[in-house]
């Protein structure tokens, strides 16, 4: 089979070889994406960069406009994300600078922890600082709902082929409402809406490399804590999550974001903000898997799931959904 959009990508970089003295023979895939973007290195003989990125998005699934848009707020309000050094929206081609390969994902343990996350914490309070209405779309009921309907359609029917009761529908219902509820009342700021380690890369100079933001929006304050912080790839104790949550709600609170003034609501918020994610993720995966053919993220369901039956058993309003949720641990298992 041949790559069509492969040598339309080399037919761009050839035209771009002098600028930026490019090795072509260097081509080499750099990460794929969960969606249909893709990733290339490519080596360049210029001194200030030593190797490129090549981002690859085909323009029917994946325009460039949100990308750039946001890549341009990112960086002014003082985050490291790529610099768009060419581009060609009308085919779906960016070359960009190379943040690197070294993931949060691969450095995280337990010595790194701390000083990883706390840059990771100053990258967010700078950008949520940088918030303003109406320039990234709403994160509103509607958006939340379809993300929350992914769970049943996706996660439940489709994956494990499991037919709900009137009752258990009611209930899944009534659970999506009072979570909708809670993170509409949340204060608003830019939320990248992928904020976790597989998106974060370690480098030298501005600790964090920011990327995978082009579905930023304007929504709840928690959003991208729970994303850093229960992470669908790995997990960590609940003190230590605690204690940097309440790190980033103090140094938040400390430079005026809007957070309430007790800890234990901004946590409950986070909690439900991370519940919200947590089905919604369970749909992704099963999706990414039944439609898109990708079995990768079947491995991560277990911790997901885990972190959803534990929060929704925490508060006595949403137990009848923690009880669904462990009738499907049986179910994966049975």
Not at 60 to 76: C, G, M, N, T, Y
Not at 146 to 171: C, G, I, N, V
Not at 188 to 216: C, I
Not at 272 to 287: D, E, N, P, T
């Amino acid at each position: 089979m041949t790559d069509a959009r492969l040598n339309t990508l080399c037919n761009w970089l050839k035209g771009l070889k002098p600028r930026w003295q490019l090795d072509l023979d260097t081509l080499a895939p750099a990460s794929a994406d969960a969606s249909f973007r893709r990733y290339f290195r490519i080596a360049s003989k210029n001194s200030v960069f030593g190797t490129l990125i090549v981002m690859d998005a085909p323009p029917q699934h994946e325009p460039l406009d949100a990308f750039i848009k946001v890549d341009a707020i990112l960086s002014e309000a003082g985050l490291n994300v790529p610099q768009i050094l060419e581009k060609n929206v009308a085919e779906g081609f960016l070359l960009l600078n190379d943040l690197g390969d070294k993931t949060y994902l691969s450095a995280l343990h337990g010595n790194t922890a701390d000083s990883l996350y706390q840059d990771a914490t100053q990258a967010l309070i700078k950008m949520q600082l940088a918030s303003k209405p109406d320039a990234l779309p709403n994160y509103d009921a509607a958006l939340l709902q379809r993300e929350l309907d992914l769970f049943p359609e996706w996660y439940l029917k489709k994956h494990l082929q499991m037919k709900l009761s009137q009752t258990q529908d009611a209930q899944v219902k009534q659970a999506f409402e009072l979570i909708i509820q809670n993170n509409l009342a949340q204060a608003k700021v830019y939320v990248h809406r992928d904020y976790h380690s597989r998106n974060l890369m370690v480098t030298e100079k501005d600790n964090p490399g920011v990327l995978d933001f082009q579905d930023a929006v304007y929504g709840p304050i928690t959003y991208d804590a729970s994303s850093l912080w229960r992470d669908a790839y790995l997990a960590w104790p609940e003190e230590k999550v605690i204690d940097w949550v309440i790190k980033f709600w103090e140094e938040g609170r400390k430079v005026g974001l809007p957070m309430p003034s007790d800890f234990g609501q901004f946590y409950r918020d986070f909690e439900w903000m991370g519940l919200q994610r947590h089905l919604k993720v369970l749909g992704i995966f099963a999706r990414l898997f039944h439609r898109d053919g990708k079995e990768g993220y079947l491995k991560d369901i277990p911790l997901v799931l885990q972190y959803a039956i534990a929060t929704a058993n925490r508060y006595i309003e949403l137990k009848p959904l923690a009880r669904i949720l462990e009738s499907t641990r049986i179910n994966q298992h049975g």
